[in-house]
């Protein structure tokens, strides 16, 4: 007898390995999976930052634009010796702090007749040219050079104040260049401030959308795959080919359509590898056309395919007139491991290859005893349905049995990037 059938020789024993618990990222990899996050959740990016685009921009375009007039003026005498050329250096911080005191400011904003300007003016001193520009920003573009005028004489009244006389007074302040208002507003305008704002929505929504993404526990990607089994995917399938029905045929039916060439390359995949009885178990319960696809795909070249039907109810049953080269036959419901072990025995010795269906290990435990007796089982998964923890619980459920896993395959997710 096949020592593969002798269940005596093959006791059920305890695992020693190690759950498959995820190896931490490295740098490269978590920069990979912020990416891939991104591409899955692109179109709730996109429109993020399309709105926070548009709000910035309208917040700039409606906002009221502002003037800056700058009047500068000189600290200490234009020709004089070195220390007085230091002292005045020091001075003119001096009077750059002093300019925007509030008895100076109350001062300009009497004499003007405004109510208060101190939000208006800034100063600033350069202590090598000795030059004190002071600053004033305002919605009104002749007010503006009113207020830097008025505020630039009322520092030389005060400085002619202190004033010793001396030709070489490192005191002295003179008007250089009268206040003048800028040509136009000053600022960002409405174009800049969108594009700021839209990057500041990409961000935080790019944020939101990992916190989700991760916290959902489902599977999202390839690496999910690889580090919940411990075994890469073999193929991936679009969301049409994962939820073909039982009966569809796709290698036959519609030979030139997207599906049949993905159920064919998989397909392609698997002879390569030679395993005689593969075990297809459904942990995606949508996915329960594609044992029937595959077995009607490794047809090609003449072999002989029998496909044992495990489906759960009558309405995802594969059709016994599936294809021609495939004899459809239904899983034992009585009988357990012993009935599973003589159908194969005898299919395998009339088949060239023998493809199990079988629905998850948490809908049905016949899948356990399948991967038991079968060469090689294939997890078929989906993207946003399938939990991470399922993958590592189906695994190690397996390898309780000696059950051998040649990889998942993963299906693709809700069109709709992002949809939990």
Request: charged residues 20%.
């Amino acid at each position: 007898m096949d020592p593969r059938f002798d269940l005596e020789t093959r006791p059920l024993t305890t695992s020693t390995d190690r759950p498959l618990d995820p190896a931490p990222p490295r740098s490269s990899e978590r920069n990979l999976s912020v990416w891939a996050v991104a591409r899955r959740w692109r179109t709730m990016l996109l429109a993020a930052a399309v709105a926070a685009g548009l709000a910035g921009y309208a917040v700039g375009a409606g906002g009221h634009p502002t003037y800056e007039a700058k009047a500068v003026l000189l600290v200490g005498p234009i020709n004089t010796d070195l220390d007085t050329v230091k002292a005045a250096g020091q001075l003119a911080q001096t009077y750059a702090q002093l300019a925007t005191t509030q008895p100076v400011l109350a001062a300009t904003a009497q004499k003007l007749s405004l109510r208060d300007v101190s939000g208006e003016v800034s100063a600033s001193a350069n202590g090598v040219t000795r030059l004190l520009t002071i600053t004033v920003k305002d919605r009104d573009r002749l007010r503006a050079t009113r207020i830097a005028s008025t505020h630039a004489q009322e520092l030389v009244a005060l400085a002619a104040k202190r004033e010793s006389g001396s030709p070489t007074d490192p005191g002295e302040l003179q008007v250089v260049e009268p206040a003048q208002a800028s040509g136009g507003p000053v600022g960002p305008g409405a174009l800049p401030i969108g594009l700021a704002a839209a990057l500041v929505g990409l961000l935080g929504a790019l944020g939101v959308a990992v916190v989700l993404d991760r916290s959902s526990g489902a599977v999202r990607d390839v690496s999910d795959i690889t580090a919940a089994t411990g075994t890469g995917a073999i193929a991936t399938l679009s969301t049409g080919t994962l939820r073909a029905g039982p009966g569809s045929a796709l290698v036959v039916r519609e030979p030139s359509s997207r599906g049949a060439q993905e159920i064919r390359r998989l397909a392609a995949k698997l002879r390569a590898v030679g395993e005689r009885s593969l075990l297809i178990l459904e942990v995606d319960d949508r996915a329960v056309g594609v044992a029937a696809n595959l077995a009607v795909a490794l047809t090609a070249g003449g072999r002989s395919v029998a496909l044992i039907d495990g489906g759960e109810d009558a309405g995802s049953r594969v059709p016994d007139d599936l294809a021609d080269g495939v004899s459809v036959h239904p899983a034992p419901l009585d009988g357990g491991p012993a009935a599973h072990q003589a159908l194969l025995e005898e299919l395998m010795a009339h088949h060239d290859v023998v493809v199990i269906r079988a629905p998850g290990i948490d809908r049905s435990p016949a899948g356990l005893s399948w991967g038991r007796l079968a060469d090689g089982t294939i997890l078929v998964a989906g993207v946003d349905r399938t939990s991470r923890e399922d993958l590592v619980s189906t695994v190690e459920s397996l390898r309780l049995v000696h059950g051998r896993v040649l990889g998942t395959v993963l299906g693709a997710g809700s069109p709709f990037i992002g949809r939990r």
